[in-house]
């Protein structure tokens, strides 16, 4: 018999079995503890033991979602106004029935009852509150085109598609620093500075990636003056897991207004990973959204390949 309950203390070690029992679906970061999930889920001071519910057959556990809130305008906050169904996990043989249908709809109810007007399916910045380096790729990017009975759910419920991602994957081992005249008269008129170990530049930054390594490369005036471009990232393997560390995800890119469409994101771009390299790291992901043409264009002049997609459900 199917029973449903809110999280409890000694619910780890279940919801790690069940997302240890979708081992191979792409996206579903493996193998994971009971541990590193404490990690980077239930220890965010946000973090709501009614918004994670979980599913039992005859005492076993076999699936759990789990609600949650962005941040507010200042980003020192969570706001209720929007609510995200961040995952939906099911045991296989139990999905596409009941008990998605019924986490789906408990999750709904306890977004509803703390104030959300609007719901979303799938977690993505900066409706990001969990799971960040357990699913997708160097960000949350919804809810992946490969987990067809999660999007089977959200569709058969009353969502519909809005957006979608595009993950893509970088291998640095034949990379070569482009150069034509736009690039070498940027090399002649800016530097690349980098911080590594990067302070989170907010709240919300703190708590979504505050278990990661990050680090920080901005395009500064030789002649002096303020960055004119910015680029954050963070190691694939949270702080403390063990891991080898030869993959980075890029997480933040900015260009000024004022000077973007002039080559400065692939000079930046370049200089980081030219020093990545340097270090070891072999691989760096990133994600764009679809109608992000020049990001997209951006990404095929580096030499980025489409590993995934990834689609943003809402509900009114």
């Avoid at 590193?36 to 519910?53: E, M, N, R, T, W």
């Avoid at 002096?224 to 890119?253: C, H, K, W, Y």
Wanted: proline letters at 5%.
């Amino acid at each position: 018999m199917i029973h449903f309950r809110a999280f409890c203390n000694t619910d780890p070690p279940a919801v790690a079995a069940i997302w240890r029992s979708r081992a191979g679906q792409p996206g579903l970061t493996q193998p994971v503890s009971a541990d590193l999930i404490q990690q980077l889920i239930f220890s965010k001071i946000y973090f709501d033991p009614a918004g994670l519910v979980l599913a039992f057959d005859d005492g076993r556990p076999v699936g759990f979602a789990h609600a949650g809130f962005g941040p507010n305008e200042a980003r020192d906050d969570i706001d209720t106004a929007m609510g995200v169904t961040c995952v939906v996990v099911v045991s296989p043989g139990h999905e596409g029935g009941t008990v998605s249908a019924e986490l789906l709809a408990r999750c709904e109810q306890y977004l509803r009852g703390r104030g959300a007007k609007v719901l979303y399916g799938g977690g993505i910045e900066p409706l990001n509150p969990f799971y960040t380096g357990l699913y997708g790729g160097s960000e949350l990017p919804g809810v992946l085109e490969t987990d067809r009975e999660v999007c089977k759910l959200f569709l058969a419920h009353g969502y519909r598609e809005i957006d979608r991602t595009v993950l893509v994957r970088r291998d640095l081992a034949d990379f070569e620093v482009p150069f034509d005249r736009r690039q070498m008269q940027l090399r002649r008129q800016m530097v690349v500075e980098v911080t590594s170990d990067a302070l989170p530049r907010d709240w919300w930054e703190a708590c979504t990636l505050g278990d990661f390594d990050l680090t920080r490369f901005e395009v500064v005036p030789r002649a002096g003056g303020p960055a004119v471009a910015n680029a954050t990232f963070r190691a694939m393997e949270p702080i403390g897991s063990g891991g080898v560390g030869r993959r980075t995800g890029l997480v933040d890119l900015f260009v000024d207004p004022a000077l973007r469409r002039r080559g400065l994101a692939v000079f930046l771009l370049s200089e980081a990973f030219r020093q990545f390299g340097r270090q070891g790291i072999t691989v760096i992901e990133a994600q764009t959204m679809q109608h992000n043409a020049h990001a997209l264009g951006m990404y095929r002049k580096l030499g980025f390949e489409q590993v995934g997609q990834g689609i943003v459900y809402r509900k009114m």
